[in-house]
């Protein structure tokens, strides 16, 4: 029996996917271009930001490690940060793919042990703080605001990095207390 390469299928199946929410965001972006400002509100949620908002929510990490290259070189929204933020997804979700393949932590016995632990603990600290920070705006903002239509289209648009740091806080977490057993499992996935 064969067993499956999540370094390959991972990378294929969310590409795919986020090449055709990208096509509908482009899609989308000339809908809401030739309406102009015939919305009092901004466009509707469905159709014409659930693309945006589902390749966001998959992708959450990617968009954050794409930040400082849209920044530096000053991409406005539309094709060029969308066709960088696809290729950073194939290599992200290589790399999800490789450490599901041979596990989180490195199974080689390595002298720099306590550096790994403080790293992953670090990485982990960093994102349950930002995780934090994420919940105290969205508290803030409906105590300020109060209303229950801006706070769940908030909510939404913020809902992929919140579940995104959680699981990898809980999971560079998990990776550390694994790093420091005695008993370390040569064969342990994660």
């Given at each position: 029996m064969?067993?499956?390469?999540?370094r390959v299928v991972l990378p294929i199946f969310f590409g795919l996917v986020s090449f055709?929410?990208?096509a509908w965001e482009f899609h989308n972006?000339?809908?809401?271009?030739?309406?102009?400002?015939?919305?009092?509100?901004?466009p509707p949620v469905w159709p014409y930001q659930a693309s945006?908002?589902?390749?966001?929510?998959?992708?959450?990490?990617?968009?954050?490690?794409?930040?400082?290259?849209i920044a530096a070189f000053g991409l406005k929204s539309g094709q060029q940060p969308l066709a960088l933020e696809l290729l950073t997804i194939l290599v992200w979700w290589w790399?999800?793919?490789?450490?599901?393949?041979?596990?989180?932590v490195p199974t080689q016995i390595?002298?720099?042990?306590?550096?790994?632990?403080?790293?992953l603990w670090t990485i982990s600290l960093g994102l349950?703080?930002?995780?934090?920070?994420?919940?105290?705006?969205?508290?803030?903002?409906?105590?300020?605001?109060?209303t229950v239509a801006g706070q769940l289209m908030r909510l939404m648009r913020s809902a992929g990095l919140l579940i995104w740091c959680l699981l990898l806080g809980t999971w560079t977490a998990i990776a550390g207390l694994r790093c420091i057993r005695k008993d370390n499992d040569p064969k342990s996935t994660i």
């Amino acid at each position: 029996m064969r067993t499956i390469r999540y370094r390959v299928v991972l990378p294929i199946f969310f590409g795919l996917v986020s090449f055709v929410l990208i096509a509908w965001e482009f899609h989308n972006e000339r809908v809401i271009q030739s309406m102009g400002m015939a919305w009092d509100t901004g466009p509707p949620v469905w159709p014409y930001q659930a693309s945006w908002i589902l390749l966001q929510g998959i992708n959450a990490p990617v968009r954050l490690m794409d930040l400082p290259v849209i920044a530096a070189f000053g991409l406005k929204s539309g094709q060029q940060p969308l066709a960088l933020e696809l290729l950073t997804i194939l290599v992200w979700w290589w790399f999800i793919g490789w450490r599901i393949d041979f596990g989180l932590v490195p199974t080689q016995i390595s002298l720099h042990r306590i550096w790994q632990v403080a790293g992953l603990w670090t990485i982990s600290l960093g994102l349950f703080g930002f995780l934090a920070y994420l919940i105290a705006d969205q508290l803030h903002f409906w105590s300020e605001y109060g209303t229950v239509a801006g706070q769940l289209m908030r909510l939404m648009r913020s809902a992929g990095l919140l579940i995104w740091c959680l699981l990898l806080g809980t999971w560079t977490a998990i990776a550390g207390l694994r790093c420091i057993r005695k008993d370390n499992d040569p064969k342990s996935t994660i």
